[in-house]
């Protein structure tokens, strides 16, 4: 199970919630040097933890698994996202 998994729901339609999740990955990864890819309708995230940003026609699905180190600001992490995808999502 990953350590972080987080679900939200949208109405945006994938090619807008596309966009705006390409947002919150630019906001994040700025900070933290986030590395990953586009594979169709999901952006599988290499660095420096490994994940999913996976979008469909209504929702958003986070899983970020984390290192034994990065456990520990797993808070801070997950309000992070959260906060960065209400901004996008409203």
């Known amino acids: ?12 339609g994938k090619t807008a919630v596309k966009e705006k999740v390409n947002q919150v990955l630019e906001r994040i990864g700025g900070s933290i040097g986030l590395q990953g890819a586009w594979d169709g ?10 994940g999913t940003f996976a979008i469909s026609d209504t929702t958003v699905h986070v ?4 290192s034994f ?4 600001l797993k808070g801070k992490i997950e309000e992070r996202i959260n906060g960065e995808l209400t901004k996008a999502l409203g």
């Open 63 to 66: 899983e970020i698994e984390l």
């Open 1 to 12: 199970m990953a350590a972080i998994d987080i679900t939200r729901n949208h109405t945006l």
């Open 69 to 72: 180190l990065q456990r520990a």
């Open 41 to 50: 309708d999901v952006f599988k995230i290499t660095k420096p933890a490994t």
